[in-house]
């Protein structure tokens, strides 16, 4: 069940990105609507594994890209 919820949330994170480009993580989490981080992250996990997504970390923030 919880795999089904990642690729899920991992759809979302990645037509997010694709549509706008860089993004906060509070951004991403505005954009894909979850309220949780656990959420966010774990839509992010997967994208990550399967290398499709940056992580940089900018003036104390984490911000996302696709590769």
């Known amino acids: ?3 089904e919820k990642a690729g899920m ?3 979302k994170i990645w037509e997010a990105l694709n549509e706008k ?3 906060s993580q509070k951004e ?3 954009v894909v609507k979850v309220r949780a981080d656990k959420d966010l992250f774990l839509g992010l996990g997967w994208l990550l ?3 499709k997504v940056e992580v940089v970390e900018k003036n104390d923030h984490l ?3 696709l590769k």
């Open 21 to 23: 480009g860089e993004l």
């Open 28 to 30: 991403l989490k505005k």
């Open 49 to 51: 594994r399967e290398d």
């Open 9 to 11: 949330l991992a759809g």
């Open 1 to 3: 069940m919880l795999q």
């Open 63 to 65: 911000v996302f890209n």
